[in-house]
């Protein structure tokens, strides 16, 4: 019998009909998120996904070394790419709301040229555009980068933006149009 969709294509299985390792999974990812949305809600089913994906999108979130205007950059640049309406819609308003103007977040996602007074923004969106866009890294870019984020700065873009490929990639395929809502939980 086929399952009912919850989420785009997505059937989200309720907690009391989880397996013990998927509640264990949804745990971890309450725990590290305080609420399940977009890609959590599907990834609850592999628990042993959800259990890493947890603590590393909780990563992003907070205390590390990039600011919230130069995460947003990075993850509108990767869902941009991957079209992907759920993340687009929730992002675009993060952007926004935490102080992006309008204007720039609508090119980033329309993939028009954009640019940045602040350094580390700008060179947060060109290491984005390049690497989303398979472009060669030029010695300039690389040493504008490491000037400005050092490693560590430069592993969190890189990182941030695999993390959400892998977001906007599971959106994308389950589907899930922007605004879902799914089941409560």
């Known amino acids: 019998m086929a399952e009912t969709a919850t989420f785009g294509r997505y059937a989200e299985v309720p907690y009391d009909q989880m397996t013990p390792e998927q509640q264990e999974g949804?745990?971890?990812?309450m725990e590290t998120r305080g609420r399940l949305p977009g890609p959590a809600k599907i990834y609850v089913h592999n628990p042993k996904l959800?259990?890493?994906?947890?603590?590393?999108?909780?990563?992003?979130?907070?205390?590390?070394s990039l600011s919230e205007r130069e995460r947003e950059i990075a993850v509108c640049i990767i869902n941009s790419k991957f079209h992907t309406a759920y993340a687009?819609?929730?992002h675009e308003r993060t952007a926004k709301a935490v102080g992006l103007p309008s204007d720039k977040v609508e090119a980033i996602l329309s993939g028009l040229p954009t640019s940045f007074d602040d350094k580390r923004e700008q060179i947060v969106?060109?290491?984005?555009?390049?690497?989303a866009h398979a472009r060669w890294v030029s010695k300039g870019l690389y040493e504008r980068a490491l000037e400005a984020l050092g490693?560590?700065?430069?592993?969190?873009?890189?990182?941030l933006m695999g993390f959400y490929t892998g977001v906007a990639m599971t959106l994308a395929f389950y589907d899930v149009p922007?605004?879902?809502?799914g089941l409560a939980r």
């Open 88 to 90: 687009t819609n929730a």
């Open 178 to 181: 922007a605004g879902a809502a």
């Open 125 to 131: 969106y060109e290491m984005a555009i390049c690497l």
């Open 50 to 64: 959800a259990k890493v994906m947890g603590p590393l999108g909780a990563h992003f979130r907070t205390g590390y």
């Open 26 to 29: 949804y745990q971890v990812l």
């Open 151 to 159: 490693h560590v700065g430069i592993t969190d873009v890189i990182g």
